[in-house]
């Protein structure tokens, strides 16, 4: 029983091979639109991936700076750092005196001998301050709930403000994110409909062309798991050929934009990452990629040939 089974198995892959190369030009359009939906899903993971990157990256250098009076004790300014701490909203603290902050800022400043000059002239004229490195940078109520007290606020030489300036650009980059993953979705999922209806006629015009064949096969007693798996085979090997292709284009793709726009001004967003992210999951990226496509093309194979064996 097993050994008549395997050797079914074998016929139903063996005929799904020869199908391929008999129909391969019938196909070429359904491998085509595979091969488009395949490289929009690519692009959608790994623009996903560089985008979470950068804004991961920019967050990890945002800190807020804390301006303290030059009378604060050393008691002051420790019970300040245990109740940031207390809110658990915070990664680390890092105190910088007054003679430390003249040193950062001079040598920030070192090519502006104007400034260097007014600077020396008076006693140091820059506060102390605690960098405030916060778990996210987006969610700071807790910390400023503690800056904003009365007792706390008496503290400050200045109002505290991000030293990070390039929030408003990591604002965008979120955006941009999350409108290019439901912009991707919305995509995946309108080609892979495509996709699916042109196999389903692709197949639909085979069964056509062989129905002949297949009525033969039904009157010798051929099981309808055996008159469908072919098919079944034919189009997975469309999904396959279409995952070699995507994956070609892709690695083009991201070859070229590694040359071409890393040197363009294209802000904050980490371009080389993209195809660092490629090469680093090459094998996972081809495994998904062969499943997707195995996956579109059984489903609609499946379906056109089950709609055939319910007609007749």
């Not at 919305?186 to 015009?205: K, Y």
């Amino acid at each position: 029983m097993k050994e008549h089974r395997f050797i079914t198995f074998e016929r139903i892959l063996k005929n799904g091979a020869i199908n391929f190369g008999r129909n391969i030009w019938l196909a070429l359009a359904a491998i085509a639109m595979m091969s488009i939906t395949l490289t929009i899903l690519l692009f959608a993971v790994v623009a996903n991936a560089t985008f979470s990157h950068t804004v991961n990256d920019l967050t990890s250098h945002i800190n807020v700076s804390v301006y303290l009076v030059d009378s604060i004790t050393a008691k002051q300014r420790t019970g300040l750092v245990n109740q940031l701490n207390d809110t658990h909203d915070i990664k680390s603290i890092t105190y910088q005196d007054k003679a430390t902050v003249l040193k950062l800022y001079e040598k920030a400043n070192a090519n502006n001998t104007d400034l260097l000059t007014a600077i020396s002239e008076t006693s140091n004229p820059l506060p102390a301050k605690l960098i405030i490195s916060p778990t996210d940078p987006n969610n700071l109520s807790a910390v400023k709930a503690v800056l904003d007290t009365p007792a706390n606020t008496k503290l400050q030489s200045d109002p505290t403000s991000y030293s990070g300036d390039r929030k408003a650009a990591i604002d965008k980059i979120t955006s941009a994110t999350h409108f290019f993953e439901e912009a991707g979705i919305v995509g995946i999922a309108v080609f892979v409909l495509i996709s699916m209806l042109i196999i389903f006629n692709t197949i639909r015009m085979t069964i056509f062309n062989r129905r002949d064949e297949l009525v033969i096969m039904r009157l010798l007693g051929a099981s309808p798991g055996y008159i469908r798996g072919p098919f079944i085979v034919e189009t997975m090997l469309y999904g396959a050929a279409a995952a070699g292709i995507s994956l070609v284009i892709c690695a083009s793709l991201f070859a070229i934009a590694s040359q071409t726009l890393q040197a363009s001004s294209l802000g904050l967003l980490d371009i080389s990452y993209s195809g660092h992210f490629f090469r680093q999951h090459l094998w996972v990226i081809l495994a998904g990629q062969i499943a997707a496509g195995i996956i579109i093309g059984a489903a609609a194979s499946a379906f056109a040939t089950r709609r055939y064996l319910k007609s007749k």
